[in-house]
Every structure is written in C-alpha cells, then in structure tokens.
C-alpha cells in the first residue's frame, strides 16, 4: 500500500486485506509513522465491534487519505475513508470491503494474491507466506497477551470484592453454621467453656 510519497518512505509493509472488515482501519502509531497530524481526524464517529476480541473499540476520528496499488507503470489510485484507532496493532493498516468495493479487488487466499483491474491490465498485488506467517505469528502473540492482561484485570476486580469491612475486629471469628456452649466440667454450668458446632453427633 502507498499513500503519497510520505507513507512510502516508511515502508508500510504490514497491511492487512480482510474482506470480512467492514472497515478500513488505520491505527495511530501509523498515523505519527506518516507524519499526518491527529487534528486532522473527523469526530463523526461510532464505537465498533471485532477488532479487539469481546469488546468494543472506540476509534479517535476518521480520515480521508489516497491509497496507490501497483507499479509506476500500471497504477490505481483511490481515496478510502480509514478509522483510526489509538490502541496498537500488528498491522500498519486493515483494509476492508469498502477498500475491495472501491478497487474492484478479488482475493485468492490460496496464492496469497489479489488482482485489481488497472489502466493498462490487471494489477496483482502478493506476498510471501513466510510473510504472511510471520504476520499471524505476530497476531496471535498480541492476542495471547491481551487475554492474559483482561484475566489479571479481572482478577484484580474479583479481589477488590473480597476487601473486608474494616468496622470488623480483625481479631473476630464468625463460624460458618450454628454454634453451642460446651463447658469443660460436666458435673457444673460455670467455668471453662468451648464453643462447638451444634449438628455434630453426640459421641
């Protein structure tokens, strides 16, 4: 993907053609990458679902920006309407069905290519799957870590519930079922006494 000769001096090699997005997302850190300032980002937005896994993202504000597939001599060139999102990714970018729609472009997930039509013929866009291993690699680490954050979080919610009623003597014993009064001396109702649990059998 190129976006104006700036984003192609920073080598945006991770991105991310997901036919199944809805969206097309540009994450912050690419942003600052392409030296595009965040005050240019449109407020006309609404929270989605599916990027981060079981949760519901809120993006920073969209923005309109050109994205070029090809090569200098058979090019198409298309402005596409990204989200950007503040949290980070492991891609530079996600393109989505509107990007598909707007390039006409068909996915062969097999070969790891995508074909678009172009001035002068068809432009194919590929990779390596050793890329696009590295890139899953990558994806399910970030992920992994990410679950294991929301469980400690979740942890540490569970305990605060747990905080005992500071008013209670930390020295008190509450049992857990019904008590009676045992004296040591059976022969008298006075002195040393224990407490027992009044279920237990009289043996």
Do not use: W
């Amino acid at each position: 993907m190129i976006v104006d000769p700036i984003i192609a001096e920073t080598r945006l090699t991770k991105v991310l053609m997901d036919g199944g997005s809805g969206l097309n997302i540009l994450y912050a850190e690419t942003l600052a990458l392409m030296g595009i300032s965040k005050s240019r980002l449109r407020n006309d937005t609404s929270p989605f679902h599916g990027v981060v896994l079981g949760h519901r993202a809120h993006p920073l504000g969209q923005i309109d920006l050109p994205v070029c597939f090809g090569t200098p001599d058979n090019f198409r060139r298309e402005v596409l309407t990204f989200d950007v999102v503040g949290f980070p990714g492991t891609y530079h970018a996600i393109l989505g069905r509107p990007c598909y729609a707007k390039f006409m472009a068909v996915p062969n997930y097999t070969y790891l290519k995508h074909k678009m039509p172009g001035p002068k013929g068809i432009i194919t866009v590929s990779t390596t799957s050793q890329h696009a291993y590295q890139c899953d690699v990558e994806c399910i680490e970030q992920a992994e870590a990410l679950a294991e954050s929301l469980a400690i979080l979740t942890g540490l919610g569970d305990c605060d519930q747990d905080i005992p009623d500071p008013k209670r003597n930390a020295g008190s014993f509450e049992p857990a079922e019904e008590t009676k009064l045992v004296f040591l001396d059976l022969g008298t109702s006075e002195g040393r006494a224990l407490r027992i649990s009044s279920g237990l059998d009289p043996k």
